[in-house]
């Protein structure tokens, strides 16, 4: 598995990236990003996991708690999947486990997230 945060539009959103295979070994790292994602200043959080190749189910658990713990504050955890054409993985997954009421997913954060100032203004 591959982590990474990114800082987007001038501080005003942050996405946590997962790729490739979240399996058992993984889930400390992963929560310490989650953890990381969700203590940022960054009013827009995100989690993308277009690339996802496989998560287990324990991973998907964390992911849920703190997307449901989030809406608790009144914040929203976006789930980025670009590939949302109906056959990705996580397509399938989220319609398997019926999460399409947990998640808020979205193709793109651009439609979302506000733009950063451009500089000099």
């Known amino acids: 598995m591959a ?7 001038g501080g005003s ?7 490739g295979r979240v399996v058992a070994r993984d889930n400390v790292a ?3 990003h ?6 940022g200043d960054a009013p827009l959080k995100a989690i993308d996991l277009t690339d ?5 189910s324990y991973a998907l ?8 713990s989030a809406r608790g504050r009144h914040t929203t955890v ?5 590939k949302g054409n109906g056959n990705s993985y996580i397509d399938k997954l989220i319609d398997v486990s019926d999460l399409k009421q947990v998640f808020s997913i979205v193709d793109s954060l651009d439609r979302i997230a506000p733009a950063a100032p451009a500089s000099g203004a």
């Open 61 to 68: 658990g964390q992911i849920i708690y703190y997307c449901n």
């Open 78 to 82: 976006y789930i980025v999947n670009k």
């Open 52 to 56: 996802i190749a496989y998560i287990d």
């Open 13 to 19: 959103a942050a996405v946590l990236t997962l790729t």
């Open 34 to 39: 989650i953890e990381q994602l969700m203590g």
């Open 3 to 9: 982590i990474s945060i990114q800082i987007m539009n």
């Open 30 to 32: 992963l929560r310490k």
